[in-house]
């Protein structure tokens, strides 16, 4: 396994301060996008549909980007830590308002048909189980927490390899067939659970062995 | 398309008719690909003509017809009716044919004639869907009703929509319709009808039977594995706040019609 010979730079894509809040506005453009053409009728003839699968799609995609991070810095040595709250709280939004859509304009808020789903679907309660584990995650993301919690934040914060585990099958579960947008995704997901155990392994191999 | 000559037919629906461009442009045909817009898109290289329709099987006067003589033979009726998909939306669609029981007529069934299968056409150069890959079903699609089922006056051979000739992507040119079950039963692009004992595959039933049924009547008390089949969403209702949700009606609203086929059969189980 290479050195982390740059972990600990931290690199800057933009050079002033607050750019994670710029790049946090930057990540919430494309729900912000839908949602305009939703409202004006512009999202074809299933527009909730496409609105609800098009924030899941982020939310994935988000969770991926946060995930890649480490990997990325231990194989390649380029340091994105600095922006890794920031994908994981797009993340976290992007499956808010997915949730919030499917319940308040797919299913209008009607509870005996939401209660029935998230107790009788697998599909729904593996999605919901993956929003409420990333719900003290969110909470967590600050310096405040990290400092509060030490090392406890470490250890809550390895949900998110169960998260991803979730994620992977919910998005499986969402086509119909297997298809190539959402075995890739899942198999992504599905990689970067597996490259932390593995890597874990290692390192508990490496201790072991010194 | 070309014009097709049609008179208004029964059993029309009172709804709100579903725009030509949504009929068109939001389409299940995994022939084409996976997307609903794949069919619109991606069929261009499909030729409908020369095509031609067997009827076969247990029937005592086998044929194999073109489909243009075919159109000629049967009067043609428009039919407004509501089409419910298996994924809880759903359109209303004036869709021109003929009654699949014109056509059998012809045919005669046999006595031993119990159900009619149907099997679609296999062409991967034209059909980019059918090239294989992940998303691939098993191809013919084939689909199947009871003789009864099949019989029935509502049951419709369609050959065109909005009084032209089926487009490509809604099963051009000759395609099954059936509105009180979901639209999957609806098989587009027919080359062979058979007569035939005993109950035949069906292509989604085959793929994956927790959540497609032989029979796939509309019945919003049996919910598909992954979502409540008691409302639809109304395709083309306009925007997030164009309050495009509906209940579903039993039998899709055919049940005066159509619950009579089924008698005390247990609908949970058969579905």
Request: net charge positive.
């Amino acid at each position: 396994m290479p050195r982390l010979t740059k972990a600990g730079r931290t690199r800057t894509l933009l050079p002033w301060r607050g750019e994670t809040m710029v790049l946090m506005a930057v990540g919430l453009l494309p729900a912000a996008l839908y949602f305009w053409y939703g409202a004006h009728d512009r999202l074809g003839p299933d527009p909730v549909n496409v609105f609800e699968r098009w924030l899941g799609l982020w939310a994935v995609r988000f969770l991926l980007a946060a995930l890649l991070v480490t990997p990325l810095r231990v194989v390649s040595g380029i340091s994105l830590l600095r922006y890794r709250r920031m994908l994981g709280l797009l993340a976290f939004w992007y499956a808010l308002m997915h949730v919030s859509v499917y319940v308040a304009l797919d299913q209008q808020g009607n509870l005996a048909v939401l209660w029935r789903d998230i107790t009788h679907r697998p599909f729904l309660m593996l999605g919901f189980a993956a929003f409420v584990l990333l719900v003290p995650l969110a909470l967590t993301s600050n310096d405040w927490s990290i400092r509060k919690l030490g090392r406890r934040w470490g250890r809550l914060h390895q949900l998110v390899y169960g998260v991803a585990v979730l994620v992977a099958v919910h998005f499986l579960l969402a086509f119909k067939t297997y298809n190539a947008t959402s075995v890739s995704y899942a198999a992504a997901l599905t990689g970067m659970v597996l490259w932390r155990v593995i890597f874990l392994v290692r390192a508990r191999i490496r201790r072991a062995g010194s | 398309a070309e014009a097709l000559h049609t008179r208004p037919g029964p059993f029309q629906a009172a709804e709100k008719t579903t725009a030509l461009q949504d009929v068109t442009h939001y389409n299940n045909f995994y022939e084409f690909g996976l997307d609903k817009t794949d069919p619109s898109t991606r069929s261009g290289q499909f030729r409908p003509r020369p095509w031609t329709l067997s009827v076969e099987g247990l029937v005592a006067h086998p044929r194999v017809w073109d489909i243009d003589a075919l159109i000629a033979a049967m009067p043609l009726e428009e039919r407004l009716y509501r089409m419910r998909c298996v994924e809880a939306w759903s359109m209303v669609i004036p869709w021109d044919g003929f009654p699949l029981a014109s056509l059998l007529a012809l045919a005669e069934p046999l006595g031993s004639a119990r159900y009619v299968a149907f099997e679609s056409v296999v062409r991967p150069a034209e059909m980019p869907g059918q090239t294989g890959g992940l998303d691939s079903l098993a191809w013919p699609y084939v689909e199947g009703l009871r003789l009864d089922e099949a019989m029935h006056p509502l049951t419709l051979l369609a050959v065109g929509l909005y009084g032209e000739t089926l487009p490509n992507q809604n099963g051009a040119p000759v395609r099954l319709v059936v509105p009180w079950k979901y639209g999957f039963k609806g098989i587009k692009s027919i080359t062979r009808i058979r007569l035939v004992e005993k109950m035949p595959p069906t292509t989604w039933n085959q793929m994956n039977p927790a959540e497609y049924g032989f029979f796939a009547n509309v019945n919003p008390d049996v919910d598909h594995p992954r979502w409540s089949q008691a409302s639809e969403r109304v395709i083309g209702a306009g925007g997030f706040f164009g309050g495009g949700r509906k209940k579903t009606l039993m039998f899709n609203g055919y049940g005066a019609q159509v619950a009579g086929l089924y008698g005390t059969m247990n609908l949970s189980r058969f579905y």
